[in-house]
């Protein structure tokens, strides 16, 4: 086998920037960050609002090119793809979900889940239908395939948008805030189920979140500040959401200044 296709790691950034226009100058959204995320790790993303959590996952995934610095996944440096060809690989390599689900309001949720593998191409034979209707029935949807996505609630709504996300076993999950829009019940649902996914099938997962409640699930815990990174432990050096929030709250609100 090609050793480039399996490397140790996941993900790895190195040295990635992200400058945004502001007004007559540039904002730095973020600030030559280096990361590297190995096979299976569980990873939270944590900073306040406009620390570049976002900026930052969505570099990973292809979604926006960085002002500099590079990113890898599985090997594969993505800054050299075209537009198209990242597209394309996108769609089959990475799994993303966001807090507002994005969902297309006028497909099922089945035809949802299945949008990305139809519009690749890809002829899904029993078995493979078997096995994910089985993954879509422990995330509780099998009542609800049939359903739009305005009929859903918004926990509902998640899982297909993970279900979707996981269809074409990406590489990474990478998940922006997917608790956000979730009540406390349906949120630590899905913080179950990424475990689960972490723990049982060995899932890569990038969660970005502000919420130390959410965080906790993780194995490793990245802060984020003003576009740097200003913490990276195991989650075991905390006990618990309340000790991490401590630890958090000390290492995100310092400004850079200081
Ligand atoms: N497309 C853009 N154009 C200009 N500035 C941007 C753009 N996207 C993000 N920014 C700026 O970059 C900084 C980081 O934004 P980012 O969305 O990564 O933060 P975040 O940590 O995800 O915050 P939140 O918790 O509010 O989602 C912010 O100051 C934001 O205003
Ligand atoms: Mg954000």
Not at 193 to 210: C, K, P
Not at 226 to 233: A, K, L, N, P
């Amino acid at each position: 086998m090609d050793e480039r296709t399996t490397p140790e790691f996941a993900v790895r950034a190195i040295g990635l920037t992200k400058k945004y226009p502001r007004g007559e100058g540039e904002f730095l959204a973020l600030s030559n960050v280096d990361l590297t995320v190995e096979r299976g790790e569980f990873v939270a993303i944590m900073g306040a609002s406009g620390s570049g959590k976002s900026t930052m996952l969505h570099l990973i995934a292809g979604l926006t090119r960085p002002t500099s610095g590079e990113v890898e996944l599985e090997g594969v440096k993505i800054g050299k793809m075209g537009d198209r060809a990242l597209t394309i690989f996108r769609r089959r390599r990475i799994g993303i979900v966001f807090q507002s689900y994005n969902l297309i309001p006028h497909l099922t949720a089945e035809e949802n889940i299945l949008f990305p593998l139809r519009a690749d191409g890809r002829r899904l034979d029993a078995t493979t239908m078997a096995k994910l209707r089985a993954f879509w029935s422990e995330l509780e949807l099998s009542e609800q395939l049939g359903q739009y996505p305005d009929s859903l609630s918004g926990g509902q709504q998640q899982r297909v948008a993970l279900a979707r996300a996981l269809c074409s076993d990406p590489v990474a999950l990478l998940a922006d805030e997917p608790t956000g829009n979730l009540d406390w019940t349906a949120g630590q649902a899905i913080c179950r189920i990424f475990d689960r996914l972490n723990r049982e099938e060995a899932r890569t997962i990038l969660l970005v979140t502000h919420e130390p409640a959410v965080a906790v699930w993780a194995k490793r815990i990245v802060v984020l500040r003003d576009g740097e990174i200003v913490g990276d432990f195991p989650r075991s050096e905390v006990g618990d959401a309340s000790e991490l929030a401590a630890r958090y709250q000390e290492l995100a609100r310092v400004s850079r200044s200081v």
